[in-house]
């Protein structure tokens, strides 16, 4: 469980990106964040991972602080941009991950990159690889110390449209097989609603808490279902309001 707890960050005197935001996240649950460029998504995301100190407020992960989390090895994080060795293989990289956390068998690097649908493509090299299958490599870099918490900063954001779509998918069903706390920065209403439980909506400068949208998951994936057109208007009419387009 993930507790933001009455959570302000500011840079500065002048700068506040983040505003009183108070979230829980339970166990096994998918939460994206969602809202306008410059609204402190990735600021939040940084916070929980100890990557910044908020200035008002607490942050918990599993009952502990996120220096603490880090330290028990409880967070996984991907960026964007696949952070992999050159140097090393799709496996090499995923074993370094063990290595330098000082970690031994955590997760199967191997198992783990079948179950990630690279199990042919253990001793490919990063640049041998697509840009959905490096972005694979890096999430299990991320997962294989098994982390309780896994933190994704827009994942699929610099892939082509369908290999992102291919991505989201996939992420979906990871994440149906083996449930893990999940937190998504994303840009986008389509990407949060087919793989969050629940959206958070932010709002603009400084980044509230505008609205909390939840997504009932109801068996296969039918974006044509009235339900799914439903979700997607509803978030779209929320990042609209918090926008000044209402």
């Given at each position: 469980m993930v507790i933001i707890d009455s959570v302000t960050k500011k840079f500065g005197e002048q700068f506040v990106a983040l505003q009183d935001i108070s979230l829980t996240i339970?166990?096994?649950?998918?939460?994206?964040?969602?809202?306008?460029?410059?609204?402190?998504?990735?600021?939040?995301?940084?916070?929980?991972?100890?990557?910044?100190?908020?200035?008002?407020?607490?942050?918990?992960?599993?009952?502990?602080?996120?220096?603490?989390?880090?330290?028990?090895?409880?967070?996984?994080?991907?960026?964007?941009?696949?952070?992999?060795?050159?140097?090393?293989?799709?496996?090499?990289?995923?074993?370094?991950?063990?290595?330098?956390?000082?970690?031994?068998?955590?997760?199967?690097?191997?198992?783990?990159?079948?179950?990630?649908?690279?199990?042919?493509?253990?001793?490919?090299?990063?640049?041998?690889?697509?840009?959905?299958?490096?972005?694979?490599?890096?999430?299990?870099?991320?997962?294989?110390?098994?982390?309780?918490?896994?933190l994704l900063d827009e994942p699929f954001g610099a892939l082509d449209e369908m290999t992102r779509e291919r991505m989201i998918l996939w992420m979906r069903d990871i994440h149906l097989a083996n449930p893990r706390t999940t937190l998504l920065i994303t840009h986008s209403i389509e990407e949060a609603v087919l793989l969050a439980d629940r959206i958070v909506v932010l709002s603009a400068k400084p980044g509230r808490i505008s609205e909390i949208i939840s997504i009932p998951r109801d068996g296969e994936i039918d974006r044509t279902s009235p339900t799914h057109v439903r979700h997607i208007a509803e978030v779209r009419k929320a990042l609209h309001a918090v926008m000044g387009d209402e």
């Open positions: 339970d166990e096994g649950e998918f939460v994206a964040i969602i809202g306008p460029s410059g609204c402190g998504k990735t600021t939040l995301l940084r916070l929980v991972a100890d990557l910044e100190k908020p200035t008002e407020g607490e942050i918990t992960i599993e009952g502990h602080a996120p220096k603490e989390a880090r330290r028990q090895h409880e967070i996984g994080l991907a960026f964007q941009r696949p952070a992999l060795i050159d140097s090393r293989t799709a496996l090499k990289n995923v074993e370094f991950t063990l290595e330098v956390a000082g970690l031994e068998g955590a997760l199967d690097p191997k198992a783990l990159l079948d179950s990630f649908g690279l199990g042919d493509f253990y001793n490919y090299y990063p640049h041998q690889l697509s840009g959905g299958m490096q972005q694979r490599v890096n999430i299990a870099c991320a997962c294989v110390h098994n982390p309780r918490l896994l």
